[in-house]
DNA sequence: TCTTTAATGAGAATGATACACAATCAATTC
DNA sequence: GAATTGATTGTGTATCATTCTCATTAAAGA
């Protein structure tokens, strides 16, 4: 859960005598410049940069958000659309988790710090090395609650 | 996060106009005579009830497995093996949550009651009902970490 | 018992993600 | 800074979990 610059990146890459590419950088930037408390689906990263006239070909933006997730630089969420969404990996004060409707999928962020500190602790009580903590809540928004019929 | 019994399952059903079938009756009964602490995916859940002689079909289950996660009975599991699992929704003092190693996939239970009180506050100050809430805590095991190599 | 319509089963369709492999190029060595 | 090595990429294809379609069946309520 560092901040990370394409130099830090390529170093920790390096490290394990693999390599920094431009593609791989570019996407690193991209999460970096993405606004606050905003995720992307690896179809939705292909498109904005598509849209930036970068070509990185999708099986290699699916390649890089695993490794990066399991780098410890982008958690990986799994939100209700089915399919999974990225975002940066970010220490406190920027820690934070989702609260998600299951019926129409609306998503709110929150904060709260002991859930780091209870992961944190949690990981290093058996010895784990700690990648990201998330708490998930799934819960029925209160316009699902009044539109009673659907599931 | 209550616990279900078949005519509970059935009243509850029937006030949406829908019906409490014999699927429904086997498959929430599975869940009940697991052991802690066991979750099951929807192929294995098929599998186990091939086994016991009952034959309900891949795609009842699946209907069924999302329902219940939708009423709160059953709680829906990201794993790491690329497809969901489930468990019964229980209440304290059996809520726990998960400890994942992102390389070798393996799982620790641990149990954590100030987190199920932070999400019900949570869902309760944004109108939210709950219906389940899980710490996921992805992290490399003191095994992968001195498997130095692969990520 | 009859009616209504939700639920099931079987198979096909979908869609996210992984894979195979030839071509490329980042890092290291000399 | 040129050569070497093998990690990475791009393209197309494969896989596999999950959803959908639709004819048939059967709960629930009257």
Redesign the pocket.
């Known amino acids: 859960m560092a901040l990370y610059t394409a130099t830090s990146l ?1 170093s920790e ?2 490290e394990r ?8 950088e570019t996407i690193l930037q991209v999460f970096q410049n993405l606004p606050k408390a905003k995720h992307l ?3 939705e990263l292909y498109h904005l940069l598509q849209g930036e006239g970068e ?6 933006i ?3 958000l ?1 490794l990066m997730a399991r780098m410890g630089i982008l958690r990986e969420l799994e939100l209700a659309e ?3 969404h990225y975002e940066l990996n970010q220490p406190y004060p920027h820690h934070h988790h989702h609260l998600i409707c299951v019926r129409c999928n609306k998503t709110i962020e929150f904060k709260n710090d002991s859930i780091l500190k209870t992961g944190t602790k949690t990981a290093q009580k058996e010895g784990y090395h700690l990648l990201d903590c998330q708490l998930t809540i799934h819960a029925v928004c209160p316009t699902c609650q009044r539109a009673l019929l659907p599931i």
């Open positions: 390529k890459l390096n005598g693999w390599r920094l590419t431009p593609q791989r689906s690896a179809e070509n990185i070909s999708l099986s290699t699916y390649r890089t695993k089915g399919h999974k």
